[in-house]
């Protein structure tokens, strides 16, 4: 018989949190210490949505999402997680650029930014310190008016190698392109710009592992192997969920899944207005990713070349070429042992944009073969800076937009989300549906870790309020309390 994934959970809870992502999670946490019965329903059999690592033969552990956060992750593991957790984050000096353009080693913080940016490309400092202003300055309340091109168009015009140093990390990092508004370029550039890039000592294995040991001392029902199937409305407010096809009250919905998918899957369009449903099918997703996952031989070791290494073959900054299947630029991050202190492995991942398009409808023996192809690629690109890798590597994975959807169920294995205008609906949905909140990647700022985490927190003070404040309901029909 199968395994009752929901033994012994109860038939309600204040709040359900739909998904464990950073998110999920961090909300989930906050909400169970305000008080609340939460229960966090993950389809995956692990926690974290795409802050997780795979483990194969060999003692390989893989990470998907560690290449690197900002310092503000430090503050938000300290005030919504732990000490301990906060105290494992370091800091990685060594960021690389290699490009036809240029090729430069920085610590990737404004500093050595500026020094780069007078010396090597010969700005004015009076030109940099206003453009490091004017981003830093920029505000998710600030009317939006202004692209990243026009930006850069102001002050460094026609200077296609300044734009690539300044915004190609940044489309890795968020997957924002010179046509979106600055201020989704502004404000994760300056997250970085403050201290420089961070990982977590440990790898993402531990760092689950903590959160989840946080999430059950705080009281939160943790339920892996669970699919949230359905979220009930019943006169315009959340009544329940339907989890493995057993029925569940709450009060509250926080949904981690992806805004789209929450809408038009988990609550269903009837519950919308035609007015709001006209700017949800104006929501565009965020690209997805593909990754290469290159474990070294126990017993071998590669020399020091840097921690992210942001490569290119292409001219110049284009974000049409970084999206493309035949690949011209990745950003490798290197795992030396100083990442899992005592094991003495390595193992570097080579990250790409990606179109989900273009791997969707492949049939498996083409799908197989550009995997294929996308690895051998990945080591003729690697053996440039380790060229002994070929010889050094016993395992060797790829994973595509079709696999980042399936462990995640986000809608074209969307990596950071939606664009922009997705964050509005975000934002509006308890507006529609009262009780219905939505959290995690969205609008490009609110993605990646830090934006994902902080998101959790600033929502689940809003589902804290609502269900402070909510009316008690009789039972609903449909759910068998
Ligand atoms: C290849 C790659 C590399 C990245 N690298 C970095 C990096 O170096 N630094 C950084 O800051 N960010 C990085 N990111 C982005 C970052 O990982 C994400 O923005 C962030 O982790 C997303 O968190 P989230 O809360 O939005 O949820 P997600 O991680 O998307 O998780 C959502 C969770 O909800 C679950 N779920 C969905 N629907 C249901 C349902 N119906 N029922 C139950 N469960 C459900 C999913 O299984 C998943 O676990 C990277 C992303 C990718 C793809």
């Not at 503000?72 to 800091?91: L, N, P, Q």
């Not at 490569?311 to 290197?334: C, H, M, P, Q, W």
């Not at 273009?358 to 690895?375: G, Q, R, V």
């Amino acid at each position: 018989m199968a395994r009752d994934w929901l033994k012994g959970a109860k038939p309600s809870y204040d709040i359900v949190v739909v998904g464990s992502g950073l998110a999920g999670m961090t909300a989930a946490n906050l909400l169970s210490r305000l008080g609340h019965r939460v229960l966090l329903a993950e389809h995956h059999y692990n926690l974290g949505g795409l802050a997780t690592w795979f483990k194969r033969r060999g003692g390989h552990v893989l990470d998907i999402s560690l290449h690197g956060f900002p310092c503000g992750m430090i503050k938000t593991f300290r005030k919504y997680w732990t000490r301990e957790i906060a105290d494992s984050v370091i800091r990685l000096p060594g960021i690389r650029f290699d490009n036809p353009q240029f090729k430069l080693h920085t610590t990737f913080d404004k500093v050595d930014f500026t020094c780069i940016l007078r010396e090597r490309f010969g700005i004015m400092k009076e030109v940099i310190d206003e453009f490091f202003e004017t981003v830093r300055k920029m505000n998710f309340y600030d009317e939006i008016v202004m692209t990243t091109r026009d930006l850069f168009e102001k002050f460094f015009p026609g200077r296609k190698d300044v734009w690539r140093f300044l915004m190609e990390p940044i489309t890795y990092a968020n997957g924002s392109t010179l046509d979106d508004p600055a201020l989704t370029y502004g404000i994760v550039f300056s997250n970085f710009m403050s201290k420089g890039v961070f990982t977590y000592k440990g790898g993402t294995d531990t760092l689950i592992k903590q959160m989840k040991k946080e999430l059950l001392k705080n009281g939160v029902d943790i339920r892996t192997h669970c699919l949230v199937e359905k979220v009930h409305v019943e006169g315009g407010a959340v009544r329940g969920v339907r989890i493995n096809g057993r029925d569940i009250a709450c009060k509250s919905v926080l949904s981690n899944s992806n805004i789209l998918t929450t809408i038009h899957k988990l609550a269903g369009d009837e519950h919308f207005s035609p007015e709001f449903l006209d700017e949800v099918g104006k929501v565009r997703l965020n690209n997805s990713s593909c990754q290469v996952y290159i474990g070294v031989r126990k017993g071998e070791t590669i020399d020091y070349v840097g921690d992210l290494l942001f490569s290119s073959d292409a001219d110049e900054y284009d974000t049409e070429k970084i999206l493309g299947k035949n690949v011209t630029s990745r950003t490798f991050s290197f795992y030396y042992p100083s990442i899992r202190p005592g094991t003495n492995r390595y193992s570097i991942v080579a990250s790409t944009n990606a179109r989900y398009e273009d791997w969707a409808n492949l049939s498996e023996e083409e799908y197989e073969a550009d995997k294929k192809k996308l690895i051998e690629d990945t080591l003729d690109s690697l053996e440039k800076f380790v060229p002994d890798i070929r010889a050094k590597v016993d395992h060797l994975e790829a994973a595509t937009p079709r696999t980042f959807k399936r462990y995640t169920l986000a809608p074209g294995g969307t990596s950071f989300g939606t664009k922009f205008e997705g964050l509005k609906i975000s934002r509006d949905l308890p507006k529609q549906v009262a009780g219905l909140f939505h959290s995690g990647s969205v609008g490009i700022i609110m993605s990646g870790w830090l934006g994902a985490a902080n998101y959790g927190v600033i929502v689940a003070n809003e589902v804290d309020k609502f269900v402070r404040s909510a009316e008690p309901r009789p039972p609903l029909a449909t759910i068998s309390a």
